[in-house]
């Protein structure tokens, strides 16, 4: 079992930089895949970025390619997603995600974060 924290979310203004962190608990977190997923008012859940359980595999959707880079931390059970270049359209509750096997680009995770709020202005 794994329970899932996030962090770091806020207010910012368009161009500039969060860094969301997830703690997470549990004695399979270190050979989980990862995820950061996003869900807008009114829109469906998507996938942001991905990591495998050993972190040599990363997954990012387009819009956020270049810009957030997702990173893991086994011994410190954190995942962060380090997020530049912040547009309106990044904004969204950001939610931190674990599976076992490989990382999923679908919302087919068994353990999910409370999200983290993440709002960018104009």
């Known amino acids: 079992q794994v329970q899932l924290v996030e962090s770091g979310g806020g207010l910012v203004q368009a161009g500039g930089s969060l860094r969301l962190s997830c703690a997470a608990s549990g004695r399979t977190f270190s050979s989980s895949a990862m995820g950061w997923f996003r869900q807008a008012p009114g829109k469906e859940r998507e996938f942001v970025a991905g990591i495998s359980w050993t972190g040599g595999s990363t997954n990012y959707a387009t ?56 709002t960018v202005s104009s």
């Open 63 to 118: 819009s956020v390619k270049g810009r957030f880079t997702i990173s893991r931390d086994n011994f410190k059970n954190t995942v962060a997603l380090q997020m530049n270049s912040l547009k309106p359209e990044d904004t969204a509750v950001y939610y931190c995600a674990a599976r076992r096997g490989v990382v999923s680009i679908t919302p087919v995770y068994d353990y999910w974060g409370q999200g983290t709020q993440v």
